[in-house]
């Protein structure tokens, strides 16, 4: 044969993984871009508008979105250069703590000062100290910048509003070294991570807090699980395959088939979703073990040694496994949570693509063998696994089903550096009264301090905290206006002052229209309005007023409120989500069950299916009762995990009726599946461990019963195959 | 008549070469620096064009701005913060200007024009070099947007001369005189 022959004759034998590897270039190509999103708590939106519409616009007020604040007192002036230049070079733009507001809004608050303070800011000696001080700043270059806002409020009324503010509860913020910065938009992490660095190594002189930082942990833990998990995994389930089939060209199939997975399961996502969570992508490393799984169940079918029976069992086996796979996955599509729902989305994707990836090597799976195992195992009947099942569910009854709650730190990686600095952060919003704040609803035509009354009287708010303390009387507020009168004869001898100076200013005589007494509501609308919070809105057709909780109420959010602070918020719209994909489980069971009784025919052999899922159930309430732990919605998710993969064990040893093969093939996957999410022990990010170790649980306890224990029906074990087939 | 002019025009010295790196050498490493300057402001809020002689203090630490006629002022920027003292010494904070970005802003690079600090300038400017003068036009979207173009003329020896500020509602010609500067001494040259 001539080598142009032989070359030929190779490419037509690999033609088909020559169109998977243009394919899998093209579907590259296509997801190269794919956008990545750090923060998995960010994206979750309450599913009730008020709610939702609340905490959202109280968040946009209070900004602590798309900007970062850093306390940089304790640097030195080199130090302050240093982070000065890696945050413009990080594209950090530095902006007011306080937005400032316009001068009418502003000067509308006058009558919060007292009527003393406004005779002394329009005596003549205060006028003539003001003219002077004026001219000194006109004299400076750029000086115009500050007579044309001396032109809008000539006689000084906003900033004495605003320092009178800023001693009040949260209303003006100012904390004198506080910076704000502009976040850069889109994030770059490496010069963010930079920035993140070198405030780091400048602690505890220097305190910072922003969503950004938080994001770049996310970003770098995500980054780091990805290489090492899936390395990990895929080296260990390559090694795992060699070992069972003796075969290198299904290594390279399972290798190929990863990636044709990875990208499919991606491309799924990004069909539904702008972004993608980067732990979801982390996430990806454990397709290998699905995808192992997949390979082992669909080989080996056209062998004839073992006669049509075992085909037919064999069958029974794929479908019950791949059916309970995708009921799982279905399960969690329809969860609430983004990250979940992603999560689910590339799960399927990647089943399929790698389904639909062994399509051309079908012909190859036919004829693998696998080396099989003496393994012990223990026959019971039926009525046995009943009274099993029986005996877990009475111990999860009497152990109590763990309580099932969500926090954001479970959510997301935090390192302790991160955590000291939002204590930091938590003590200085707690002096303002803001850790823990609450929207509270009013009656019609109620004031807010009566909306706030019955939480006052419950010790639930502080009143002595809340803004409206500082709200003057009626008649303190009469005086203020009667001083005010005297405005535009103030104004006129301050112009009088400045033209002694050389200068030449036309202020407004005429105070604001909108001046005049104020009460609570229009005090808290217009506190809102020119300082970083929100005390007061309208949601829903009904007015709120927003208070902060009493330390010996943290936590506690009275009936008919609604928490507006990030971390009850999202703890409260996680456990939520925890309670609803609880429930989804449960139907996601119902829905197996009913599958299987379909395709078992047999009451016994379903309830030996889900039996090792009682015996997990009933390990995980144990274990959650003695460490006082809760469930949480990853939890929730890695048993929705569980029983897509680790059903399947169960569910192919009873339908090919405990043979070797079958036995084999499930000592194979479950080995794989416990290498492959075992090794998300390893990960940094909590999502991923909490995954890891619930999905290990779980499967080791099914994997466990499906070897040891069989199932011994009558006239069932004469259908059994031959016992040791070679591998 | 003509002959002469041309004469006088061709016996002018030519204006200096302006460079980045003729700048950076002539003016980078201020220690201290002290000028008079005069300071012409005209506008929008001056009844008339104001002149003002001014004492310049400057160290990379703090700047003086003193006015010494027709009225005494005294500004005094010390990192963010800005304070200015009266006839009567009494001294009035205009508080940290850390919360105020444009503030700063303005600030920052008073501090570095008066210094002649490029790199200082360049953060918020568009710098264009060109005979005896710089030309400075503020980046988009920076806080000193205030400022229409900032012009620095220089002497034969690269020394400041004058410069002119325009805003849209002032224009601000400084002049400087009597310009006495302490640099320090140039890094030594490394060991063959």
């Known amino acids: 044969m001539t080598a142009a022959a032989w070359a030929w004759s190779a490419l037509r034998r690999a033609r088909g993984t020559l169109a998977v590897l243009a394919g899998v270039a093209a579907l590259a190509f296509a997801l190269r871009d794919t956008r990545l999103e750090q923060d998995p708590v960010r994206s979750l939106t309450h599913p009730d508008p008020v709610r939702a519409a609340l905490f959202d616009r109280y968040q946009q007020r209070s900004r602590f979105q798309d900007r970062i604040y ?10 302050r250069a240093r982070l000065d230049a890696a945050l413009a070079a990080a594209g950090y733009a530095p902006m007011p703590l306080l937005e400032r507001p316009a001068p ?118 995500a980054n780091h699980d990805i290489v090492l998990c899936s390395i990990l995994s ?13 075969r290198w060209s299904l290594l390279g199939l399972l290798l190929l088939g990863t990636v044709v997975s990875g990208l499919t399961g991606l491309g799924a996502v990004r069909a539904f979703h ?36 075992h085909r037919r069992r064999a069958l029974l086996g794929v479908w019950s496994a791949i059916g309970t796979t995708v009921i799982g996955f279905l399960v969690l599509l329809l969860g609430r949570s983004p990250m979940v729902r992603q999560m689910a989305i590339a799960s399927l994707g990647g089943m399929f693509g790698f389904l639909l990836f062994l399509v051309p090597y079908r012909a190859l799976l036919g ?16 009525r046995t696994v009943a009274i099993l099942c029986a005996a877990c569910a009475a111990g999860l009854a009497a152990v109590g089903v763990p309580r099932l709650a969500t926090h954001i730190d479970e959510f997301r990686f935090q390192s302790p550096v991160l955590d000291a600095q939002l204590a930091h952060f938590s003590t200085r919003l707690d002096a303002y009264g803001l850790d823990d704040v609450i929207a509270v609803p009013a009656a019609p035509a109620t004031a807010a301090e009566d909306a706030l009354a019955p939480l006052v009287a419950a010790g639930t708010v502080d009143a002595a905290r809340h803004p409206l303390a500082r709200l003057p009387s009626r008649e303190a507020q009469a005086e203020s206006l009667r001083a005010l009168g005297g405005y535009g004869a103030a104004v006129d001898r301050f112009r009088a002052h400045l033209e002694a100076t050389g200068l030449r200013l036309a202020p407004a005589r005429d105070l604001p229209a909108a001046i005049g007494p104020l009460d609570g509501w229009t005090y808290l609308d217009r506190l809102g309005a020119v300082g970083p919070v929100r005390w007061s809105d309208d949601v829903g057709g009904r007015r709120w007023v927003m208070a902060g909780l009493t330390k010996a109420a943290a936590g506690r959010v009275p009936e008919g409120a609604v928490s507006v602070s990030p971390r009850p918020h999202y703890d409260a719209l996680l456990t939520s989500f925890s309670r609803e994909l609880g429930w989804l489980f449960l139907a996601g069971l119902a829905l197996m069950a009913v599958y299987l009784v379909y395709l078992q025919r047999s009451a016994a052999r379903v309830l030996y299916v889900f039996a090792p899922l009682f015996l997990s159930a009933l390990a995980f309430a144990v274990y959650a009762r003695l460490a006082g732990g809760s469930i949480h919605i990853v939890h929730v998710m890695g048993f929705s995990l569980v029983i897509a993969l680790a059903l399947d064990y169960s569910a192919v040893v009873v339908s090919g009726e405990h043979g070797p093969v079958e036995r084999a093939k499930v000592l194979l996957t479950g080995l794989s599946t416990l290498g492959t999410f075992g090794v998300l022990l390893l990960a940094r990010h909590p999502v991923l461990r909490a995954l890891g170790a619930t999905v290990t649980i779980g499967c080791a306890a099914s994997l466990a019963f499906a070897l040891l224990v069989s199932l011994r029906e009558d006239g069932a074990r004469s259908a059994r195959g031959v016992e040791g087939e070679p591998p | 008549m003509i002959a002469a002019v041309l004469a006088l025009a061709l016996a002018a010295p030519d204006a200096p070469a302006v460079t980045a790196d003729g700048l950076r050498a002539r003016h980078g490493g201020v220690r201290r620096l002290t000028a008079d300057v005069v300071q012409v402001k005209e506008g929008k809020y001056w009844a008339r064009p104001f002149e003002s002689r001014v004492a310049l203090r400057y160290t990379p630490e703090r700047v003086e701005w003193e006015t010494l006629a027709p009225v005494r002022a005294l500004a005094v920027i010390q990192g963010d913060a800005l304070w200015l003292v009266g006839p009567d010494g009494a001294r009035r904070d205009l508080g940290p200007a850390a919360g105020d970005p444009k503030l700063a802003a303005i600030l920052r690079f008073v501090r570095a024009l008066l210094a002649v600090d490029l790199d200082g300038i360049e953060r918020d400017f568009v710098l264009r070099y060109g005979p005896g003068e710089v030309t400075a036009t503020p980046r988009p979207g920076s806080d000193l947007g205030l400022f229409r173009a900032v012009r620095l003329r220089f002497g034969p020896d690269l020394e400041i001369a004058s410069v002119e500020l325009e805003t849209a509602d002032e224009k601000t010609r400084l002049r400087f005189e009597r310009v006495q500067r302490e640099q320090r001494a140039p890094a030594p040259a490394p060991a063959p």
């Open chain 1, 234 to 246: 895929l080296v260990f389930n390559l090694a795992l395959f060699y070992v069972f089939t003796g």
């Open chain 1, 367 to 382: 004829g693998i063998r696998f080396r099989s195992f003496r393994i012990p195992e223990l026959p019971v009947r039926g």
């Open chain 1, 274 to 309: 702008g972004e993608v969570f980067a732990v979801v992508l982390a996430y990806t490393s454990t397709f290998v073990g699905f995808n192992n799984e997949s390979l082992v169940h669909l080989a080996g079918l056209r062998r004839g040694a073992a006669g049509p029976g």
């Open chain 1, 70 to 79: 850093v306390e940089d007192a304790g640097l030195t002036p080199d130090e």
């Open chain 1, 104 to 221: 009418d809004v502003v000067l509308s608050l006058a009558p919060l000062l007292p009527a003393a303070d406004l005779e002394r800011l329009l005596s003549d000696e205060r006028l003539g100290a003001r003219a002077r001080e004026a001219a000194g700043l006109a004299m400076l270059p750029g000086g115009d910048a500050y007579l044309a806002e001396l032109e809008r409020d000539p006689l000084g009324l906003g900033p004495a509003v605003l320092e009178r503010l800023s001693g009040s509860s949260g209303g003006g913020g100012g904390a004198g070294t506080t910076r704000a910065y502009r976040s850069p938009l889109p994030l770059r992490y490496d010069s963010v991570g930079a920035v993140y660095d070198l405030l780091v190594s400048l602690t505890p002189r220097v305190y910072f807090i922003g969503n950004d930082f938080f994001s770049v942990e996310n970003y770098r833990a």
